[in-house]
């Protein structure tokens, strides 16, 4: 372990590993906090190392003094799952492995976070601590390796001893043991780790130019936690350049084309993407609101249809799947997924605005004032924009009434809104001389269809 200012996890972490540890070595790279005293409690060996801003250095000096045949590693965030105990004596027994890929569970209070290519999934319970937890994502990492002179971790940030490994011909292992990882659970934490790892990437890229991962995991920091679709996209432009049979390379360049609007572009490296071996949801969700976003309705509900399929129920997939078949002609088939997936999730906005602009585009007026009056009644907080929007939907069926009450309850909750005012004085006016067919207040455009990518 590489650890510094730890304890609060410290603690919890060595007493997940010690039934099934011969030796403990940790290298503390200045804690001003107890750990090495919690480390020493549990009988670790704590060697003092300087920090260089570089993960594999800190792992590798941390590596030296070990004399186990085996090595574990670990942050102190995470926890050894306890069935560890009886999986170890039947890996180590294999004489042909150099080392094994480790399940590592990282778990989120969010439950529709997502991890690369993954969606979470529910808490199951199995780990007592992470019970506050809604959700965790499941990745494999190479954790669990021979002491060996030739294996060492490379890389100034999301180290690994995978590259050492195959360099010299060692066989991996297929998952068996589990790590649970908690660091993700909070935001804040989140947030400054995104921060350093974007730094150390940046230094990685430099340092390692021709490595694909490198770009691949730069690239997705500032894709996912800093909103630089342009940046990431020449990363991973890069990264498919250099391996081009990495699949997640290919999925990343799909989703940032979408962010800078190059749809057929992004619908080329989704569908690469998915030749080379990935087909969860997340893909075929991409890839339908490029197509819809294209016109291609048809096989934008095809990519829906998909992404339902594997996840079971999405109210937001079903809602773009919806959207789709109404374009494509299917309306009523398209209104009862949409009508099903507001049942599912009542309080998702988003899945009520796109029921209340398809209804409205496809001059289904009634629904669409029903819909939009629905909103105002569930969705907390509701906009201006809310209001002014159910209100137009009624002055176009000359429902004067029903415009009038929604553009008064508004105003309870606006007082000082100009644009309900305005729109007020001139249904007040329809209401009592009826204007003509050809002349609407001048309230906001009917709600039309939406783009998804």
């Not at 350093?196 to 894709?223: F, I, S, T």
Request: one cysteine or more; hydrophobic letters at 45%.
């Amino acid at each position: 372990m590489i650890v510094r200012d730890a304890a609060a996890d410290l603690e919890r972490c060595l007493a997940s590993v010690r039934p099934v540890a011969d030796e403990i070595v940790i290298a503390d790279t200045g804690s001003r906090d107890n750990t090495i005293a919690v480390a020493r409690a549990h009988g670790a060996r704590v060697i003092s190392i300087a920090w260089s801003n570089d993960f594999a250095a800190a792992r590798n000096a941390a590596l030296e003094p070990v004399t186990a045949d085996w090595v574990l590693s670990l942050d102190a965030d995470e926890r050894l799952d306890p069935e560890a105990r009886q999986e170890l004596p039947r890996l180590f027994a294999n004489r042909k492995i150099a080392a094994y890929q480790v399940n590592i569970r990282n778990y989120f209070r969010d439950a529709r976070i997502h991890m690369y290519d993954q969606l979470a999934r529910a808490n199951d319970g199995r780990l007592a601590e992470a019970r506050d937890c809604a959700a965790f994502v499941v990745h494999q990492n190479l954790r669990l390796f021979r002491r060996q002179s030739w294996i060492r971790f490379e890389g100034r940030v999301h180290e690994n001893v995978s590259r050492s490994v195959l360099a010299h011909g060692g066989a991996i292992g297929p998952p068996s043991l589990l790590i649970h990882h908690l660091g993700l659970a909070d935001p804040e934490a989140m947030r400054r780790k995104a921060q350093a790892y974007r730094e150390l990437g940046k230094q990685k890229v430099r340092e390692m130019p021709n490595d694909a991962q490198a770009h691949l995991e730069l690239g997705a920091e500032e894709l996912e936690h800093f909103g630089e679709p342009a940046v990431a996209l020449a990363l991973f432009e890069r990264a498919c350049l250099l391996a081009p049979g990495m699949a997640l390379a290919w999925y990343y360049l799909g989703l940032a084309r979408i962010r800078v609007h190059q749809l057929p572009a992004a619908v080329e490296a989704l569908t690469a993407a998915e030749r080379l071996g990935i087909s969860g949801p997340l893909l075929y969700d991409a890839r339908g609101d490029a197509r819809y976003d294209l016109g291609e309705f048809s096989a934008a509900a095809r990519d829906y249809r998909r992404a339902l399929k594997l996840v079971g129920e999405s109210a937001l997939i079903e809602s773009k799947l919806g959207l789709a078949e109404i374009r494509a002609g299917e309306l009523d088939a398209g209104f009862a997924r949409m009508k099903r997936a507001v049942r599912r999730e009542p309080d998702n906005a988003t899945v009520r605005d796109r029921m209340i602009a398809a209804a409205a585009a496809v001059h289904r007026l009634a629904l669409a004032a029903e819909a939009a009056e629905d909103y105002l009644r569930v969705i907390p907080h509701p906009s201006e924009r809310a209001f002014l929007r159910a209100a137009t939907l009624r002055a176009q069926l000359r429902q004067w009434t029903q415009a009038e009450a929604v553009l008064r309850d508004g105003l309870s909750r606006w007082p000082a809104s100009p644009a309900l005012c305005e729109a007020l004085r001139e249904v007040e006016t329809g209401a009592a001389a009826p204007m003509p067919e050809n002349k609407n207040p001048s309230l906001p455009p009917v709600p039309n269809f939406p783009p998804l990518a």
